[in-house]
């Protein structure tokens, strides 16, 4: 009698501890949602029932809604998730044969839908494998033109620039357009090019769309002519490089996950990292130039870039602490203003990256993060909050940098496969422009995916459908007030536009070192 006494005391004192967690007034910006376990299993079935469609909507509105960190602003412009997810379902419902639906109509339905739908330009969200907003590049043509006064005019047809067999557009095309004709378009076409002879300026358009041809005003006539778009350099599976002139440190990072390393151990990874910083930290000193390649960069965690620059700007400094609270600040400074989205799924996923990958970061966070952290992880199942929470993620005893130890000019090297957290770091460099660090952009327009960060990867229930999408949310004024960055979408904009083909002449230009002639041969194919 008096076990089962006692038993029920325990019953009654859970029910009142679980009552006190699930109805504690909400603080602002806090909302209650369902806990749903990110461990479930995944069918990967090619054909779905309409009740197994119906889960898979389901658990998509659920991500978007909990996990996409997006989303709040999307239906502050109109976005209206039920009515996408219903969209979804009778587009792809519509598709049924044999009472059925298959899990490739349901993958098409989603891109159909979400990318009429969604309003924004977030170039990190991908469902199935497709993502939800085109990518912009810069169609050239092979039309050069000189600078006479303030007019422009033909100075060069260059035909064997012009690639495009898929097309089979011919480069005969042009054989209207002759050398000398001024050009009567609008400038915003022009993209200039530094070059022995001094400037020249190539046609081109700046376009999410594919095109083969595009029409350029000669004369106050058009001229229909065939493009190409630059080729990028193709992502470096290795995670650094470094090369060395007189004057001159160039430090490459292929991408900042790491994942294409040679150890997941935090460990080694954290040793193989401090020789590489060393290698940056003993290159840098007395340079007048530091290129940092960062093109074809997809991005992952931008700690990395953090950590390259603190070493290239501060190699006299040794003492760690110091060090990493100059990297903190960097981090800390270039996501100011930015939060992450707190809710059971991502914080499921963070838990499992601290506990089972990156146990040796969560110290690292600030005490306040540490504990909200604890707290959620605790409550999730009986309390899961959706909530925005800030992001500034590195404990930092720094309110402003020291004095550099570095002092010239920086050129980031970019393109558009460079993206996110690489974004970041290109951003970071800007932080020290007041303290004699001068930073230039070569190359071409970033891909602008900088606004929906930190990544989640979950797959729905039963057709294993992907869905990609970031949980950071927001461009610091740092990124917003710099003159080069475009928007979500645009990226950064170069100072010096260069192809491949003329990344290093261009780069002997600005730095007038010659001996990246040498160091630096295969820049046109590859990161080094």
């Known amino acids: 009698m008096k076990r089962f006494f006692f038993l029920v005391l325990d019953v009654l004192l859970f029910a009142t501890f679980f009552s006190c967690v699930t109805t504690a007034p909400l603080e602002e910006g806090e909302e209650l949602v369902e806990y749903k376990d990110l461990d479930y299993t995944v069918q990967n079935k090619s054909d779905l029932t309409e009740e197994e469609l119906r889960q898979d909507c389901d658990m998509l509105k659920y991500i978007l809604y909990t996990v996409y960190a997006g989303i709040d602003e999307a239906i502050e412009n109109g976005f209206d998730l039920d009515t996408t997810i219903e969209q979804i379902y009778s587009e792809a419902a519509?598709?049924?044969?044999?009472?059925?639906?298959?899990?490739?109509?349901?993958?098409?339905?989603?891109?159909?839908?979400?990318?009429?739908?969604?309003?924004?330009?977030?170039?990190?969200?991908?469902?199935?494998?497709?993502?939800?907003?085109?990518?912009?590049?810069?169609?050239?043509?092979?039309?050069?033109?000189?600078?006479?006064?303030?007019?422009?005019?033909?100075?060069?047809?260059?035909?064997?620039?012009?690639?495009n067999k898929k097309n089979k557009v011919k480069a005969q095309e042009n054989a209207d357009v002759k050398p000398g004709m001024e050009f009567t378009g609008p400038v915003s076409n022009l993209y200039e090019f530094i070059s022995p002879n001094g400037l020249e300026y190539r046609y081109g358009v700046y376009t999410n769309k594919n095109v083969r041809t595009?029409?350029?005003?000669?004369?106050?006539?058009?001229?229909?002519?065939?493009?190409?778009?630059?080729?990028?350099?193709?992502?470096?599976?290795?995670?650094?490089?470094?090369?060395?002139?007189?004057?001159?440190?160039?430090?490459?990072?292929?991408?900042?996950?790491?994942?294409?390393?040679?150890?997941?151990?935090?460990?080694?990874?954290?040793?193989?990292?401090?020789?590489?910083?060393?290698?940056?930290?003993?290159?840098a000193k007395d340079k007048k130039n530091i290129i940092f390649d960062l093109r074809s960069n997809p991005g992952g965690y931008y700690e990395y870039p953090a950590k390259?620059?603190?070493?290239?700007?501060?190699?006299?400094?040794?003492?760690?602490?110091e060090l990493d609270n100059i990297r903190a600040l960097f981090s800390n400074t270039i996501?100011?203003?930015?939060?992450?989205?707190?809710?059971?799924?991502?914080?499921?996923?963070?838990?499992?990256?601290?506990?089972?990958?990156?146990?040796?970061?969560?110290?690292?966070?600030?005490?306040?993060?540490?504990?909200?952290?604890?707290?959620?992880?605790?409550?999730?199942?009986?309390?899961?909050?959706?909530?925005?929470?800030?992001?500034?993620?590195?404990?930092c005893n720094l309110t402003e940098f020291p004095e550099p130890d570095f002092k010239g000019d920086v050129y980031i090297l970019i393109n558009r496969k460079t993206a996110s957290a690489s974004e970041f770091g290109t951003g970071m460099a800007y932080l020290l422009k007041d303290k004699g660090i001068n930073v230039h952009l070569v190359g071409e327009n970033s891909m602008g995916a900088f606004k929906y960060a930190g990544m989640n990867y979950i797959l729905l229930p039963n057709s294993s459908i992907g869905v990609y999408c970031g949980n950071f949310f927001g461009e610091s004024p740092y990124i917003k007030e710099n003159q080069n960055w475009k928007g979500?979408?645009?990226?950064?904009?170069?100072?010096?536009?260069?192809?491949?083909?003329?990344?290093?002449?261009?780069?002997?230009?600005?730095?007038?070192?010659?001996?990246?002639?040498?160091?630096?041969?295969?820049?046109?194919?590859?990161?080094?």
């Not at 601290?354 to 969560?362: L, M, P």
């Open 94 to 163: 519509a598709k049924k044969s044999l009472g059925k639906i298959s899990s490739g109509d349901f993958s098409t339905a989603i891109y159909s839908v979400m990318s009429k739908n969604l309003n924004n330009t977030d170039q990190h969200l991908s469902i199935g494998g497709h993502s939800i907003k085109a990518q912009y590049a810069i169609y050239y043509t092979n039309i050069w033109m000189e600078k006479r006064g303030d007019k422009f005019f033909v100075k060069e047809i260059k035909e064997e620039e012009v690639e």
């Open 214 to 283: 595009v029409q350029i005003s000669l004369e106050n006539k058009n001229y229909q002519v065939p493009t190409s778009n630059e080729k990028p350099v193709n992502q470096k599976y290795v995670w650094t490089g470094i090369k060395n002139t007189t004057d001159t440190l160039y430090m490459s990072l292929g991408d900042c996950t790491q994942i294409n390393g040679k150890t997941n151990d935090s460990n080694l990874r954290s040793l193989a990292w401090d020789k590489y910083l060393a290698k940056i930290n003993d290159g």
């Open 308 to 321: 390259m620059l603190t070493a290239a700007f501060y190699y006299k400094h040794q003492d760690k602490e």
């Open 335 to 395: 996501t100011q203003g930015c939060t992450r989205l707190a809710s059971p799924f991502s914080m499921q996923g963070l838990k499992k990256i601290y506990e089972e990958q990156w146990s040796d970061q969560f110290e690292l966070l600030p005490e306040e993060i540490q504990e909200f952290y604890k707290s959620y992880w605790k409550h999730m199942k009986r309390r899961p909050l959706r909530k925005q929470i800030p992001l500034n993620e590195y404990k």
């Open 488 to 528: 979500e979408g645009y990226g950064f904009k170069p100072d010096y536009y260069a192809t491949n083909d003329r990344i290093l002449s261009t780069l002997i230009l600005l730095t007038k070192d010659l001996e990246l002639a040498d160091t630096l041969r295969g820049l046109d194919k590859e990161q080094l």
